[in-house]
Nanobody, 124 residues
Framework: QVKLVESGGGLVQPGGSVRLSCAASRLDIEYYSMGWFRQAPGREREGVVCIDTRGRTTYYVDSVKGRFTISRDSAKDTVYLQMNSLQPDDTAVYYC?????????????????WGQGTQVTVFS
């Protein structure tokens, strides 16, 4: 059974940084585009960032450009999301996903695999 397990969420003050990890089991991420979504209370799920199989970041939501960086380590089957200059609007549950980056701008429906999510709360 394929699993994506996120970790690294927590509480952080505005301006702070957090690094999320997504560890895949029974999935060779070398063959998948990987990325992150988030969902805040009362809001729809939105694609945040996606990295393709060649290591190119092919999708960023405008609100995180210049602040968030995605990377992947195919040898470890792990994807990372470095989040800097965090703001209260970044508060959400962050989900790791596997599947085509072209689906990120439309909510990620039909992506292949999803993690359970990790909470990131930015508070002052």
């Amino acid at each position: 059974q394929v699993k994506l397990v996120e970790s690294g969420g927590g509480l952080v003050q505005p301006g702070g940084s957090v690094r999320l990890s997504c560890a895949a089991s029974r999935l060779d991420i070398e063959y998948y585009s990987m990325g992150w979504f988030r969902q805040a209370p009362g809001r729809e799920r939105e694609g945040v960032v996606c990295i393709d199989t060649r290591g190119r970041t092919t999708y960023y939501v405008d609100s995180v450009k210049g602040r968030f960086t995605i990377s992947r380590d195919s040898a470890k089957d792990t994807v990372y999301l470095q989040m800097n200059s965090l703001q209260p609007d970044d508060t959400a549950v962050y989900y790791c996903a596997a599947g085509p980056c072209r689906l990120y701008s439309s909510g990620g429906h039909n992506l292949d695999y999803w993690g359970q999510g990790t909470q990131v709360t930015v508070f002052s």
